[in-house]
C-alpha cells in the first residue's frame, strides 16, 4: 500500500490507479499529485471554514454523493467543528493543511464546499467575503456571465468593495468580494438587493429569482449562497464533471476576453507554478506584503497567511507611525493602523509639518501592526533594502475615512494637528495639515465604537486633482439599448477625435490625452479655454475635435494635427484645421471633487458652468436609446454614449455604467510588420500587417491597404523604417501568403480601422486605415 509522508503525517493511499474521469483517463493519483501542489493556494481559502464534500468514489460516470459528517476512520490530527443544525449535529472538518487536502483526494472527494463565514473561537464566525454564483439559463453560455459578472464587478466597485472572479469549472463564473470590519454590510440582504438591481436594468438578460422556469435566455444571480446556511464549491476545487475542470481564479482582463472558457486542472497548475495564486491578496489585507518578502532573509516581521477576520478596534486608541526609511531613496513611510493593519503611504519629502506645503503620499502594501515597533536594517538585495528607524509614533482619531479622502488628527511626539490624506490617482495621494482655526470637531467616540463609524464632513475645500485618468464606456450593441431605459440613462452623441481631461487654473489650461500625453502645445489654440474660466478652478473631461464642411467630427481631419513638433508646423495645422473642445463631464470645480457625484448631477453644474462661461458643452440628445442612436445616424456621428443617471466617476475604469453605441464599427490595433507599395506607391507602404493583444502576446488580425492620404504614407513609412526588426512580432504562425513581401516592425505604433465585420478567422473583414491614436499607448489596446 503507497504510504506519503505530508506534514509529519503518514498517509495511506490506496488505489492510486483507479480512474477517476474515465472520458480523459485522469487517475486517483493524478487527482492527488494535483491537491499536494495546489495546496499552498488552496488550503487559505479552506481554512477556518467547515468543508462540505462531494464525493465519487468509482469515478465521475457513477454515482456520488455529499458528505457532512466526517468518516469514523478520519486521523484525530484533522480539526473539526461541530455545528447543531434543526435536525442533529453534524462535526465537520477544518481543511487547514497539505495533508488535510491530500486526505480528501484520497477519499475521492473531488468537489470540497465551504460557507462564507470563518470559524471564530471554536464557533460560527461573521461572514468574511460576499459570493455571486452565475448560471447559464438555456440559451446562455460562459460569454452572458462573463457580461453579468462584469456588470457585478461595477457595482461591486460603487459599494468600495474589491471583487475578484473565478470561473467556476462548471457552467458559470463566481464574483467575490472581500469583507472586513469596516463594510458595515449584512451579506445575504445586501447581495439580494445587488442582484436585483441588475435584474430590473436588465430583464431581458439577467433574472435573480430562484424559479428555474425564469432562466430560461438569462443569467441566473445566485446571492443566496451568502445565506449562513450555503456553501460554494472553494476556489481551485476540482469538479464531479466529464473533464477535472477546476474552481479557477481568474483575471478580470480574462473576463473581459472572447474566449474565455472552464480551465483544467492542468492548466491551472502551471498557471499557479508561474503566477502564483490569483487570490492570495484576498485572504486579508497582507498578501501583498507577504508576497514581497522571505522570512528569515528580513528582520521585519512577516506573519502567516490566515483567512481569520482581522480584529475588530474595541475603542481603544488608535496608533500611527512614521518610519525614516533609508533605501536606494530616502523617504519617509506614514502608517495608520485600521483593521488590524497598517494602511501606508510612502511620502518622499516628509509629512508636511504646515498647511503651505502639501506633499505626495503613494500608497504602498498594508503592514502588519507588529511593524509598528519595527527599526533595523533590511538586507541589501531584499525588498525596501536600507536602514529603518522610528521618526515619530503615537496615537490618530479618525474623523472620515472614505475611499477618495481620509480626515484624521495626528497625536504624536513630532506631528499634530489634523491632516486629510486626498486621492488624486492610481496609488498616489495629496497630504495637507489642515490650518488650525479651520479644524473639524472630533466626533464623539463611544466605548466599542469602531474607527470606521466615525464621520464627519471634509476640509472645506480640496486641492485640484492632477492627471486623472478619464473613465472609459463599454462597447455595447443595438440590442442592449433595451436594457437603457429614458428615466434613469442620458445619451450624448460619441465624438470622433481624441479624448483629453483639461485642468483649468488661474486662467491657464493644461491638456492630456488618455494616457497621459500632455496635449496642451499641440493644441494651442484650446488655450483660450483658460480665458473662458479664469474665474474657476476646474477639471474637465471632454474630446478634442476638428470639424468637416458639414459640422461633423471628423478624425481623419484631425490627424493633419498628428505628429507635428515645430512650432511654425503647428501654428499653420491649427489655422487650417482648427481644433474644438467639446466637455462633457466635470470632474472638479472651485475646491469640490465631483468625482462621487452622479451623473446627472455632475452633468447639471456643468451646463450651469457653460451657460455662465459660453463653454462648447454638446446638448444631451432627447428620448430613449434607440431614438438618441437614429438621431445620432441621421446627423452623421460615429454613435451614441449611454450614462446612467446615478454613476459616479470611475476614473481609469471601464464600466457598463457608460456604455458606447457605434454606427460604424471601428477597432484599436498594432501595427506589427508592412508591406511596400507598388507602382506609384512603390517609395512608400502599401499596406500595414496589424494585430491585437491577447494574454499570449499579439496576436495577428488583417492587414489594411485602403484609407492613407498622400502625407500619411510618407509620414507612416518613415516611422516604419525607423522601428524595423528581423523576426515577426505577432505570436501566432502566419501563413506563406501572410507572411510574403513582410517588413517586421516593434510594435510600438497604435492606430484605428473602420471594418465591416470580424470574419470566422478572427480576421478584420474589409479594413480602413482611420489613422495612428498618438493618445494611445500598445498596452491599451484590445478586441471591442
Known amino acids: 500500500m503507497p504510504t506519503r509522508t505530508i506534514d509529519g503525517h503518514r498517509l495511506h493511499l490506496t488505489h492510486l490507479d483507479k480512474v477517476l474521469y474515465p472520458s480523459v483517463g485522469t487517475t486517483k493519483g493524478e487527482v492527488i499529485d494535483y491537491l499536494e501542489e495546489i495546496a499552498p493556494a488552496m488550503v487559505p481559502h479552506l481554512a477556518q471554514r467547515p468543508v462540505t464534500r462531494k464525493r465519487w468514489p468509482d469515478g465521475v460516470d457513477s454515482e456520488s454523493f455529499f458528505e457532512r459528517n466526517l468518516p469514523s476512520s478520519t486521523p484525530n490530527w484533522v480539526p473539526r467543528l461541530t455545528v447543531q443544525h434543526k435536525d442533529r449535529s453534524v462535526d465537520y472538518p477544518l481543511i487547514d493543511s497539505t495533508a488535510g487536502l491530500v ?27 460576499l459570493v455571486f454564483d452565475l448560471d447559464p439559463g438555456e440559451g446562455m453560455d460562459l460569454s452572458d456571465c462573463a457580461r453579468v459578472a462584469l456588470a457585478v464587478k461595477e ?62 435566455g438569462k443569467v441566473f444571480i445566485d446571492w443566496s449562497q451568502n445565506n449562513v446556511a450555503k456553501t460554494t464549491v472553494a476556489p481551485y476545487s476540482l469538479r464531479g464533471r466529464s473533464e477535472p475542470t477546476v474552481a479557477a481564479p481568474r483575471e478580470w482582463s480574462e473576463i473581459e476576453a472572447t474566449d474565455l472558457r472552464q480551465l483544467r486542472f492542468d492548466e491551472v497548475l502551471e498557471r499557479y507554478r508561474s503566477g502564483g495564486d490569483l487570490l492570495s491578496n484576498s485572504l486579508d489585507s497582507l498578501g501583498a506584503y507577504r508576497s514581497k518578502r522571505t522570512r528569515g532573509k528580513t528582520p ?39 483593521d488590524g493593519v497598517l ?156 479624448r483629453a481631461i483639461a485642468e483649468i487654473s488661474d486662467g491657464k489650461v493644461h491638456l492630456h490625452s ?178 491585437i493583444p491577447d494574454t499570449d502576446g499579439l496576436r495577428y488580425v488583417g492587414r489594411v491597404g485602403t484609407g492613407f492620404t498622400e502625407p500619411m504614407l510618407e509620414s507612416l513609412t518613415r516611422k516604419l523604417e525607423r522601428l524595423s526588426r528581423k523576426t515577426s512580432p505577432f505570436t501566432d504562425t502566419l501563413t506563406t501568403a501572410q507572411r510574403k513581401d513582410a517588413n517586421w516592425v516593434t510594435p510600438r505604433l497604435v492606430g484605428e480601422v473602420g471594418f465591416t465585420e470580424w470574419t470566422t478567422a478572427n480576421l478584420l473583414r474589409h479594413p480602413t486605415w482611420r489613422g495612428l491614436r498618438t493618445d494611445k499607448n500598445p498596452e491599451d489596446v484590445r478586441r471591442e
Open 343 to 498: 494602511v501606508s503611504w510612502a511620502v518622499p519629502k516628509g509629512v508636511p509639518r504646515s498647511p503651505s506645503k502639501n506633499r505626495l503620499a503613494v500608497q504602498t502594501e498594508d503592514h502588519p501592526l507588529d511593524y509598528r515597533t519595527f527599526s533595523g536594517t533590511i538586507p541589501k538585495g531584499q525588498y525596501g533594502g536600507g536602514v529603518v528607524d522610528i521618526f515619530d509614533e503615537g496615537t490618530y482619531v479618525p474623523i472620515k475615512w472614505e475611499r477618495d479622502e481620509i480626515l484624521f488628527e495626528l497625536r504624536g511626539r513630532q506631528l499634530q494637528g489634523q491632516y486629510v490624506l486626498i486621492h488624486t490617482k492610481d496609488d498616489q495621494w495629496l497630504m495637507h495639515k489642515i490650518e488650525k482655526d479651520r479644524e473639524r470637531p472630533l466626533p464623539h467616540r463611544e466605548s466599542g465604537q469602531t474607527s470606521s463609524s466615525a464621520t464627519s464632513k471634509p476640509a472645506d475645500e480640496k486641492p485640484m486633482p492632477r492627471d486623472l485618468k478619464p473613465m472609459l464606456a463599454t462597447l455595447g450593441s443595438d440590442q442592449d439599448l433595451a436594457d437603457m431605459p429614458a428615466d434613469s440613462w442620458s445619451f450624448e452623441g460619441k465624438w470622433d477625435g481624441i
Open 155 to 216: 457595482q461591486l466597485d460603487d459599494a468600495g468593495l474589491t471583487s475578484f472572479p473565478v470561473t467556476s469549472g462548471s457552467k458559470g463564473i463566481h464574483v467575490y468580494a472581500t469583507l472586513t470590519t469596516k463594510n458595515d454590510i449584512d451579506p445575504s440582504p445586501f447581495a439580494r438587493a445587488l442582484a436585483k438591481r441588475l435584474e430590473k436594468e436588465s430583464p431581458k438578460s439577467v433574472t435573480a429569482t430562484m424559479a428555474k422556469t425564469d432562466r430560461r
Open 300 to 338: 521585519e516581521p512577516v506573519p502567516a497567511p490566515t483567512a481569520d477576520s482581522p480584529p475588530v478596534d474595541s475603542g481603544r486608541e488608535l496608533s500611527f507611525v512614521v518610519h525614516e526609511h533609508h533605501a536606494t531613496n530616502l523617504h519617509w513611510d506614514f502608517r495608520l493602523e485600521r
Open 514 to 691: 488618455r494616457s497621459g500625453r500632455d496635449l496642451t502645445a499641440t493644441y494651442p489654440e484650446l488655450a483660450s479655454i483658460g480665458d473662458t474660466l479664469a474665474d474657476h478652478d476646474v477639471v474637465l473631461d471632454g474630446e478634442i475635435v476638428t470639424l468637416d464642411s458639414a459640422g461633423v467630427t471628423s478624425f481623419a481631419a484631425l490627424q493633419n494635427r498628428s505628429g507635428l513638433q515645430k512650432p511654425a508646423a503647428i501654428t499653420a495645422a491649427a489655422q487650417k484645421y482648427p481644433a474644438e473642445y467639446y466637455v462633457f463631464d466635470v470632474l472638479y470645480l472651485d475646491g469640490t471633487s465631483l468625482l462621487r457625484h452622479g451623473y446627472a448631477d455632475r452633468r447639471q453644474k456643468l451646463e450651469e458652468l457653460a451657460s455662465a462661461t459660453g463653454l462648447t458643452v454638446p446638448a444631451r440628445l432627447r428620448g430613449d436609446a434607440a431614438e438618441a442612436l437614429a438621431e445620432s445616424r441621421r446627423r452623421g456621428w460615429e454613435g451614441i454614449v449611454g450614462k446612467k443617471n446615478d454613476s459616479t466617476y470611475l476614473t481609469g475604469r471601464r464600466g457598463k455604467a457608460w456604455i458606447k453605441v457605434k454606427n460604424q464599427r471601428t477597432q484599436e490595433v498594432i501595427v506589427g510588420g508592412w508591406r511596400r507599395g507598388k507602382g506609384s506607391r512603390s517609395d512608400t507602404l502599401g499596406s500595414l500587417l496589424l494585430g
Open 103 to 129: 486526505l480528501m483526494g484520497q477519499l475521492a472527494a473531488l468537489e470540497l464546499h465551504v460557507p462564507q463565514w470563518t470559524v471564530v473561537d471554536g464557533k460560527p464566525g461573521p461572514a468574511t467575503r
